[in-house]
T-cell receptor, first 113, second 117 residues
Framework: QKEVEQDPGPLSVPEGAIVSLNCTYS??????FMWYRQYSRKGPELLMY????GNKEDGRFTAQVDKSSKYISLFIRDSQPSDSATYLC?????????????FGTGTRLLVSP | DADVTQTPRNRITKTGKRIMLECSQT?????MYWYRQDPGLGLRLIYY???????NKGEISDGYSVSRQAQAKFSLSLESAIPNQTALYFC????????????????FGEGSRLTVL
């Protein structure tokens, strides 16, 4: 079993839809949770960052962490064609070393006009 | 200019050849990383370096070596390339946040696509 599981997709939605992207994990020591966005032929870039449990909102994006269920989510409201990309969750904790991230495999999102 | 620059961007080589992928950064970060990305497997850490004198193996270091020539330069070598090293390779950097902990933000280059025939 992988330490971090993420559905590869693709997830296809129409413009304006609410998108939900999710990851589950098995390591209860994870404390830092991140979402990276990767456009085609580009390197990943950090989108959202949360520490421990709870929600964090940034514009159209909301990140949720439920440590009791070992489940994290990224919600995108009013999705746009420019949101079409691969979204990777990443996490770290004391036993992995805070400086070393464990990544999910990524979910490919396609937003059609 | 990109903050993290990788060369070459694309390379096709044959089994048994020695390959070097180079990474340079202008962000002034001490920490540098090499990852490979494969479909269905995601990003996996090959090597990382927290400063010029510090080199550490990641989860998949077998078959690879690295050199940290300077704070800004970190090279990845495949001494004898094999087909299952065909992948997209990323260099990344990070810095320390307040309190000395990493913010978790990695800054990636645009990747080097390597094909080993």
């Amino acid at each position: 079993q992988k330490e971090v599981e993420q559905d590869p997709g693709p997830l296809s939605v129409p413009e304006g839809a609410i998108v939900s992207l999710n990851c589950t994990y098995s390591n209860s020591a994870f404390q830092y949770f991140m979402w990276y966005r990767q456009y085609s032929r580009k390197g990943p870039e950090l989108l959202m960052y949360t520490y421990s449990s709870g929600n964090k909102e940034d514009g159209r994006f909301t990140a949720q962490v439920d440590k009791s269920s070992k489940y994290i989510s990224l919600f995108i409201r009013d999705s746009q064609p420019s949101d079409s990309a691969t979204y990777l969750c990443a996490m770290s904790g004391e036993d992995t070393g805070f400086q070393k991230l464990v990544f999910g495999t990524g979910t490919r999102l396609l937003v059609s006009p | 200019d990109a903050d993290v620059t990788q060369t070459p961007r694309n390379r096709i080589t044959k089994t048994g050849k020695r390959i070097m992928l180079e990474c340079s950064q202008t962000k002034g970060h001490d920490r540098m990383y090499w990852y490979r990305q494969d479909p269905g497997l995601g990003l996996r850490l090959i090597y990382y370096s927290f400063d010029v004198k510090d080199i550490n193996k990641g989860e998949i270091s077998d078959g690879y070596s690295v050199s940290r020539q300077a704070q800004a330069k970190f090279s990845l070598s495949l001494e004898s390339a094999i087909p299952n090293q065909t992948a997209l390779y990323f260099c990344a950097t990070s810095d320390l946040g307040q309190g000395g902990w990493s913010t978790g933000e990695l800054f990636f280059g645009e990747g080097s696509r390597l094909t080993v025939l």
